[in-house]
Nanobody, 124 residues
Framework: QVQPVESGGGLVQAGGSLRLSCAASVRTFSTCSMAWFRQAPGKEREFVASISASGSTTWYTNSVKGRFTISRDNAKKLVYLQMNSLKPEDTAVYYC?????????????????WGQGTQVTVSS
């Protein structure tokens, strides 16, 4: 069983930065793909970024390319989402997701384990 736990959300002004962390205390963390999704009020959940088990493959949604970076530390069993140049439209609850497959995916149905989410609010 994998239970991701997110942290690092908060309130930031437009143009600012935040780093989200996701901890997944599972023995097989280094073989799991990980991802970040987000859901804004009144909108469907959307893909943000994903990373393969080895960290060699990453995917980003177009709206965050060049601003967000996903990374992982398998020794610490942590995944990060560095968010720079934040915009008000990035405001959402951000969810960390994990799956036993080592291959990164952009689709929420490929992820079996989800965190409770962390709120990110970007003020204009």
């Amino acid at each position: 069983q994998v239970q991701p736990v997110e942290s690092g959300g908060g309130l930031v002004q437009a143009g600012g930065s935040l780093r989200l962390s996701c901890a997944a205390s599972v023995r097989t963390f280094s073989t799991c793909s990980m991802a970040w999704f987000r859901q804004a009020p009144g909108k469907e959940r959307e893909f943000v970024a994903s990373i393969s088990a080895s960290g060699s493959t990453t995917w980003y949604t177009n709206s965050v390319k060049g601003r967000f970076t996903i990374s992982r530390d398998n020794a610490k069993k942590l995944v990060y989402l560095q968010m720079n140049s934040l915009k008000p439209e990035d405001t959402a609850v951000y969810y960390c997701a994990a799956d036993a497959s080592p291959y990164a995916s952009r689709y929420d149905y490929d992820y079996n384990y989800w965190g409770q989410g962390t709120q990110v609010t970007v003020s204009s």
